[in-house]
Nanobody, 119 residues
Framework: QVQLVESGGGLVQVGGSLRLSCAAS????????MGWYRQAPGKQRELVAT???????NYVDPVKGRFTISRDNAKNMVYLQMNSLKPEDTAVYYC?????????????WGQGTQVTVSS
């Protein structure tokens, strides 16, 4: 079982920055691939960024060059640094953890944190 709690969301103007944090507990954090998803109003949930247990990162095209995912295994934390924010970044952002159990992988979700970018 993994518990994830996001924080750091808020209201920011276009071009501003926010850093989202995700605190994980209840698992072997360093072994888990982590990620950030987001869901904008009226839209489906979409992937934003991932980071493997080995530190390999991946980003979707709309956020490449602007967002950075990172992890601090000593603190069981995952971060999403968001720079040059755009109105289309407005969404609820969710932290995820992929936990391996044998050949299966279970995905756990936080409750989300709201990010609003005003133009």
């Amino acid at each position: 079982q993994v518990q994830l709690v996001e924080s750091g969301g808020g209201l920011v103007q276009v071009g501003g920055s926010l850093r989202l944090s995700c605190a994980a507990s209840g698992s072997s954090f360093s072994d888990n691939a982590m990620g950030w998803y987001r869901q904008a109003p009226g839209k489906q949930r979409e992937l934003v960024a991932t980071i493997t247990s080995g530190g390999t990162t991946n980003y979707v095209d709309p956020v490449k060059g602007r967002f950075t995912i990172s992890r601090d295994n000593a603190k069981n934390m995952v971060y999403l640094q968001m720079n040059s924010l755009k109105p289309e970044d407005t969404a609820v952002y969710y932290c995820t953890a992929d936990l391996k159990s044998g050949w299966k992988v279970y995905r756990y979700w936080g409750q989300g944190t709201q990010v609003t970018v005003s133009s």
